[in-house]
């Protein structure tokens, strides 16, 4: 079977990863995050999972490389990660009290051709106190994370309902990341039966 390399930096993929038991390298892929003008958010996502993975695929021809973006979506706005913590309070206050869609998409390159999935995810936050969102930017928690919160942290209290892919919010769509390692000739299950085998012999 091929290596599989991560083309990411953020901790959370890489624990995603590890959570469906596959070993991998993890190389992060620097590439330009600026939005074309006019671009669409779910195109903009998209792009940028596929961009990361053709990127590190460049250097590892021969590995299956992975790549994903998350952005949150408050109609139709993007928010990336917050710049600084100013940023993170109107990220905060703006999704206070509504519902904001997360989009992360998943890319996989195998032998040079690049196969990719969006998925969006709808969230809604209760009403937050300024002295919560104070307090919570304070922790330093929304700083390297996509519209200043992460549900897998202290930012879960925030969220009322959740409409889609837990795993997506967090920062990869494990189903979809296993349906296209897949098709790429790298069904998941198959490394649990031969890690299986080789502590057996
Ligand atoms: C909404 C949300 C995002 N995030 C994180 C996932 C991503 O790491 C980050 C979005 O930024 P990205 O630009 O998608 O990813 P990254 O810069 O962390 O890593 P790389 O580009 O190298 O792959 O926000 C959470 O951890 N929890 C959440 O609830």
Request: hydrophobic share 40%; glycine share 10%.
């Amino acid at each position: 079977m091929q290596s599989i390399v991560l083309a990411s930096a953020s901790p959370r993929r890489a624990e995603l990863l590890r959570q469906i038991g596959l070993s991998f390298l993890v190389q992060p892929a620097d590439i330009d995050e600026t939005p074309a003008s006019n671009e669409s958010a779910e195109h903009y996502v998209e792009r940028l999972a596929r961009e990361k993975a053709l990127a590190g695929s460049a250097s590892k021809p021969d590995c299956l490389v992975i790549g994903s973006d998350t952005s949150v979506v408050l109609e139709g706005r993007i928010l990336g990660k917050p710049a600084t913590t100013g940023d993170a309070i109107v990220m905060l206050q703006a999704l206070s009290g509504t519902t904001h869609q997360v989009m992360t998409a998943v890319a996989v390159v195998h032998n040079g051709i690049c196969e990719s999935r969006l998925v969006i995810t709808n969230v809604r936050f209760r009403e937050l106190l300024a002295a919560e969102i104070e307090a919570y930017v304070a922790t330093g928690e929304p700083m390297d994370k996509a519209g200043g919160y992460g549900i897998q942290g202290r930012g879960g209290i925030f969220v009322e309902e959740l409409r889609g892919s837990y795993s997506a919010v967090v920062g990869l769509p494990l189903h979809e990341t296993a349906a296209l390692l897949a098709g790429a000739g790298y069904p998941v299950w198959e490394t649990w039966n031969s890690r299986q085998e080789s502590r057996n012999e």
